[in-house]
């Protein structure tokens, strides 16, 4: 729904010296079933994501959500499998974006300019299941000419949560608009994030009532101006 998202994602990496491999004969983790209780037809897509991917390679993912899929779940799937070894080593080698840049090669600063003020929004998948919070603010901070400004409650859901926001719509929305509250005390420009499921959620209610600031990820802020 987002590629531009994903191919900046492949800019940064490049230019921070990565070879990337992308295999077009990728699909899903599994993490919409998993969450809905279809553990069966969740074990039957992480079986063509192992076989996927190469297990001596990084696995690299704009979406923090997946990657804690993957990372802490996997594990009630495929545990005393014949897929166990593999499991164990994809699990060693996926990273979200930011915590991949900061604590594997070791850099925050890739030249990116973007004016304006931005705020970041803590998603529960990064901050809970990946451990993230540090990563994203130190390379948004070497961004050129954003200034960033935390807001209330950075750390509590938007609301969007998967089937959450179909299965309880109102309260998704309810949800969305106290965190767009917060937001607007900053006087942000941009709502930024490490999962477009939360920015997608946040940028439904913005559009719904007329607001005017954007929503972007990581990927393309850090993609920003070169």
């Not at 994903?6 to 969450?35: D, H, I, S, W």
Request: net charge negative.
């Amino acid at each position: 729904m987002f590629p531009d998202s994903a191919m900046n994602m492949v800019k940064v990496l490049e230019k921070a010296g990565c070879t990337v491999n992308y295999n077009r004969e990728q699909t899903c983790c599994g993490q919409p079933a998993f969450n809905a209780g279809y553990w069966d037809q969740c074990k039957e897509i992480g079986e063509k994501f192992i076989a996927d991917f190469p297990n001596d390679h990084y696995i690299v993912s704009p979406s923090a959500s997946c990657v804690g899929m993957v990372k802490n779940y996997y594990s009630d799937l495929f545990h005393n499998t014949v897929l166990h070894n593999e499991y164990k080593s994809i699990r060693k080698n996926i990273y979200e974006l930011s915590d991949f840049l900061v604590n594997v090669l070791k850099m925050t600063d890739f030249g990116a300019k973007l004016e304006g003020f931005a705020t970041y929004h803590d998603s529960c998948s990064g901050l809970r299941e990946v451990g993230i919070k540090k990563e994203p603010r130190a390379l948004l901070e070497k961004v050129s000419g954003l200034e960033l400004r935390e807001m209330e409650e950075s750390e509590t859901c938007c609301g969007f949560g998967g089937t959450f926001s179909v299965k309880y719509e109102s309260i998704a929305v309810g949800m969305a608009e106290q965190k767009i509250k917060h937001v607007e005390k900053t006087q942000a420009d941009y709502i930024i994030s490490t999962d477009l499921s939360c920015l997608m959620h946040m940028d439904g209610y913005l559009k719904k009532q007329g607001k005017k600031m954007k929503i972007m990820h990581l990927a393309d802020v850090l993609a920003s101006g070169w």
